[in-house]
């Protein structure tokens, strides 16, 4: 009996040991390139897709001609899909430099998502 006791009290520590640590995963670690690693102001960005009133747009510059896939598939690019007004969305281009202001939350998915307003920086 006494082994018995024994062997489920060590199998019990050994199974709440292996479920106390982060399992090794490395998605919000430093330098793994996860984009959620650095801290993004929405200060500025570059606009990479427009789409239904929403504008997608990333912290880092892209090639002319990269697809959104081929952008946040690098990891290391922060990226918000905001909706803006008729105006600004109907003015904005792929590519444009703009000055982002974020109203209200922000849902955390990647790219994340939220409403705002945007200005062309020139």
């Known amino acids: 009996m ?3 006791v024994a062997t489920a009290l060590i199998m019990l520590l050994a199974l709440l040991g292996g479920c106390s640590g982060d399992g090794g995963a490395t998605e919000d ?3 793994s390139g996860n984009p959620h690693d650095e801290e993004w102001e929405y200060g500025t ?4 897709e427009k789409a239904d009133g929403r504008l997608l747009i990333v912290s880092k510059e892209f090639e002319a001609g990269a697809t959104s ?4 598939k690098l990891g290391s690019v922060k990226a ?9 969305y109907e003015e904005a281009a792929i590519g444009d430099h703009v000055r982002i202001t974020v109203v209200g939350a922000v849902a955390e998915s990647y790219p994340e ?4 307003s945007i200005e062309k920086i020139e």
Do not use: N
């Open 80 to 88: 918000i899909w905001l909706k803006v007004d008729a105006g600004p």
């Open 45 to 48: 960005g570059y606009v990479l």
């Open 113 to 116: 998502q939220g409403t705002g």
């Open 2 to 4: 006494r082994k018995l």
């Open 29 to 31: 670690k430093p330098g």
């Open 69 to 72: 896939e081929d952008v946040l």
